[in-house]
């Protein structure tokens, strides 16, 4: 069998596809990628995919769902942040699970799209460190992904490996 | 068993060794072997083959797990490579980490180091410019450290050896204090970088700002086509090692040259304990390895040593080459090894904007970087309160701005729809460092590696001379940046610690009096002539110069004098 976190890493790799995670990846009620320091459950896994897409919504193009943009946040911030920013994205997304909930009277992952990014629109007036924390990691992360997806980087905004060439006057 | 023994030993036996694989080392390598010498060429390090071993070199950034950042554990498992700008996701794999190989900082110093075949020519900046009179001269008239035994006049021939051999890109500028040289065609300077250059121009009499030359093959001639390089395709991936061999690296080029020859033993995981003396033949008869493996011991011999360990460790191995002749290391009489070391101050940047020639942006990417602006400060004459001068790097750029401010598909939009932001100008310094004796690396006298080697203590700092130049930087450049009409300029002072320049220099410097220094002008150790040094560790001072040009040409001009003294018999 394939190594899990190897066959999630590739998945990772290739998040600009259109790949759904297969179910048998997912141990039910926990984060579908295996995480060192977070501790995520499904629902907030959801919570931050519905998130990622309201950040960047599908239009003619992927949006953060099917780019897996929100596995993406996960990866980055039980890697490459600190414990403490850990500590307060964790704490910042269930706080912001709670107060979405308040907000909209009802919860976020079934919200329509208007009132979502009405929502988001909002957050800066919220008074809680921890959203505000974990709401600017995730947009800081979800943008990175965006722009450095296979994606993005092969039909979008074209990342070229091998230019070729140097012009230094080139006409604007 | 006799036989076998004799046997034995003459496998180990070879006309030269060469402690260190990478630029100089490799040099060495491929003198010896194209002249016919049977070679064994020791690396610490694992191996590392051209293509083959670059794993990163054709990954797109969203195949990198962390989109090349490094994550929060390695930073903190290894917070010296992560200091370096070229530690990477794409590149770690090419770097020490700091727990493999400790050392003691004795005061804070990041020592920067590559241990495989190729050493850290993979990941070097590839700047390379040469030396004038105005360098050699300078301890000299200047009145510090000991004078050059060399003058522009014995290297020159040298440095051309091997710019025609690496291929060298630049301009033939004209300027004194930085000669012309082999080149092939230079990159150009972008808009802003011309500007900036006929600015400085027009209102300065002995400043320049020129096509920084590098070590890329612009236009490749057909002794790079031989060594299997093809011109260089603006990736800028450099530190990744580069399948089209588009830069010198050791691994692209004199390593697989030297291969070519059949004379070259190339030995990796072979970690150098020592050079072994002869008390009676009064010299160097081999070197002692431990297999940095099996940690078992074994000893190879050969007529002539070459040590090109790079700069500290080549002090390291000199120093703990101790016999009843050297008990302070060998060819050290005068105690003066391990002293003297010094480097280059890159504390200094300075940034701006610029609203003019709106009209261009650039294309492609270009792998010299930009500009150059040689040493103009105290070169025909001392007019400031400090000693010596700098050298500085100059490039623009204009970015594309993505608006990041909205949610939903204004984000997306402001993502996908960049405007092109104004020209910022950035420069960052490169000045000499005076050697000094209370600069200096040793032995501790208890502490040992995995393979029972003393650990190196440095204890190098800057002084005010360094802060003073720094405060002449900012102010000098200050002025030329007005001049051009930038706004917005920002001096910074990136508070990196010194070994950060990965120009460790000195130690074991070149002098004429076997009191004062000890190497000869022909980098052989003053009282053990047939070890020669001639990496960074033989430096008598350091000037502006980013340096590998120097020690390859040093290296080649060497092992050339070693050959004919060798025909001669005298070693």
């Known amino acids: 069998m394939m190594n899990r976190r190897a066959a999630v890493r590739t998945l990772l790799y290739i998040a600009g596809g259109t790949l759904v995670l297969p179910a048998c990846f997912r141990e039910s009620g926990k984060a579908s990628i295996d995480l060192t320091n977070l501790s995520i459950s499904e629902d907030n896994e959801q919570l931050l995919a519905e998130l990622t897409e309201t950040l960047i919504p599908a239009t003619d193009t992927p949006g953060g769902k099917e780019l897996l943009l929100h596995l993406f946040v996960l990866k980055m911030v039980d890697d490459c942040h600190t414990p403490e920013e850990q500590e307060q994205f964790t704490k910042g997304l269930s706080a912001f699970s709670d107060w979405s909930k308040q907000e909209l009277g009802n919860e976020f992952v079934v919200a329509d799209a208007d009132s979502r990014t009405g929502l988001l629109g909002k957050i800066g007036e919220s008074t809680d460190e921890d959203i505000k924390q974990f709401f600017s990691i995730t947009k800081r992360r979800a943008i990175q992904g965006y722009l450095n997806s296979q994606y993005v980087m092969t039909n979008l905004v074209k990342y070229e490996l091998v230019p070729g060439r140097y012009n230094g006057y080139a006409q604007v | 068993m006799a036989n076998l023994a004799i046997d034995s030993i003459k496998e180990r036996t070879f006309d030269a060794i060469v402690i260190g694989s990478g630029a100089s080392g490799s040099w060495a390598a491929k003198e010896f072997t194209e002249k016919g010498l049977k070679t064994l060429l020791l690396e610490r390090g694992r191996n590392v083959e051209h293509v083959k071993d670059y794993p990163t070199t054709n990954l797109y950034p969203y195949e990198f797990e962390h989109r090349l950042e490094m994550p929060y554990e390695d930073k903190q498992k290894n917070p010296i490579a992560n200091r370096c700008y070229n530690y990477r996701e794409d590149s770690k794999h090419f770097f020490v980490k700091d727990d493999e190989h400790p050392y003691i900082q004795v005061k804070d110093f990041d020592w920067i180091r590559g241990y495989q075949v190729g050493g850290k020519s993979l990941l070097w900046a590839r700047q390379v410019q040469r030396w004038s009179d105005f360098d050699f001269e300078g301890p000299a008239r200047d009145g510090f450290s000991v004078d050059w035994p060399i003058r522009y006049k014995d290297i020159a021939p040298w440095y051309s050896y091997v710019e025609r051999f690496v291929g060298v890109s630049g301009n033939n500028d004209g300027i004194p204090e930085l000669p012309d040289g082999e080149h092939l065609p230079a990159f150009p300077l972008n808009a802003v970088e011309d500007h900036f250059s006929k600015s400085v121009a027009k209102h300065y009499k002995n400043r320049h700002v020129i096509s920084a030359r590098c070590a890329h093959l612009s236009k490749p001639n057909p002794i790079h086509i031989e060594q299997g390089r093809v011109q260089c395709q603006n990736r800028v991936l450099c530190q990744r090692g580069c399948p089209f061999g588009g830069y010198y690296s050791a691994n692209?080029?004199?390593?697989?040259?030297?291969?070519?020859?059949?004379?070259?033993?190339?030995?990796?995981?072979?970690?150098?304990?020592?050079?072994?003396?002869?008390?009676?033949?009064?010299?160097?008869?081999?070197?002692?390895?431990?297999?940095?493996?099996?940690?078992?011991?074994?000893?190879?011999?050969?007529?002539?040593?070459?040590?090109?360990?790079?700069?500290?460790?080549?002090?390291?191995?000199?120093?703990?080459?101790?016999?009843?002749?050297?008990?302070?290391?060998?060819?050290?009489?005068?105690?003066?090894?391990?002293?003297?070391?010094?480097?280059?101050?890159?504390?200094?940047?300075?940034?701006?904007?610029?609203?003019?020639?709106?009209?261009?942006?650039?294309?492609?990417?270009?792998?010299?970087?930009?500009?150059?602006?040689?040493?103009?400060?105290?070169?025909?004459r001392q007019e400031t309160d400090f000693l010596r001068g700098w050298a500085a790097g100059f490039g623009a750029g204009r970015a594309e701005i993505r608006d990041t401010s909205g949610v939903g598909s204004a984000l997306k939009d402001g993502m996908l729809n960049a405007k092109l932001g104004t020209w910022r100008v950035h420069s960052h310094m490169m000045a000499e460092t005076i050697p000094k004796e209370d600069n200096f690396v040793s032995l501790d006298a208890n502490q040992k590696d995995a393979w029972g080697i003393p650990l190196l203590r440095i204890s190098i700092d800057y002084d005010e001379n360094d802060r003073k130049m720094r405060q002449d930087y900012y102010e000098q450049m200050t002025e030329m940046y007005e001049k051009a009409g930038f706004t917005n300029i920002q001096t910074r002072d990136d508070n990196r610690r010194p070994g950060n320049d990965i120009h460790e220099m000195g130690g074991v410097r070149m002098g004429h009096d076997p009191k004062t220094s000890l190497l000869n002008k022909w980098h052989q150790l003053h009282a053990c002539q047939n070890v020669f040094v001639t990496d960074g560790a033989c430096m008598t001072s350091t000037s502006t110069q980013n340096p590998t040009l120097t020690y390859m040409a040093f290296t080649a001009r060497a092992a050339n004098y070693a050959m004919d003294e060798m025909k001669k018999g005298n070693l």
């Open chain 2, 252 to 380: 692209a080029v004199t390593i697989p040259w030297a291969q070519k020859t059949g004379n070259l033993t190339l030995r990796p995981h072979s970690v150098v304990h020592s050079i072994l003396y002869d008390e009676t033949k009064g010299k160097a008869t081999g070197v002692k390895v431990i297999d940095a493996n099996t940690k078992e011991e074994m000893e190879f011999f050969a007529k002539v040593i070459f040590v090109n360990a790079s700069a500290l460790n080549t002090n390291l191995i000199l120093l703990n080459s101790v016999s009843n002749r050297f008990p302070q290391g060998l060819g050290n009489d005068n105690g003066l090894m391990g002293k003297y070391v010094a480097f280059h101050n890159y504390t200094a940047t300075i940034g701006a904007e610029y609203d003019g020639l709106l009209q261009y942006r650039t294309d492609g990417r270009n792998p010299a970087g930009g500009g150059y602006i040689p040493r103009f400060r105290n070169v025909y």
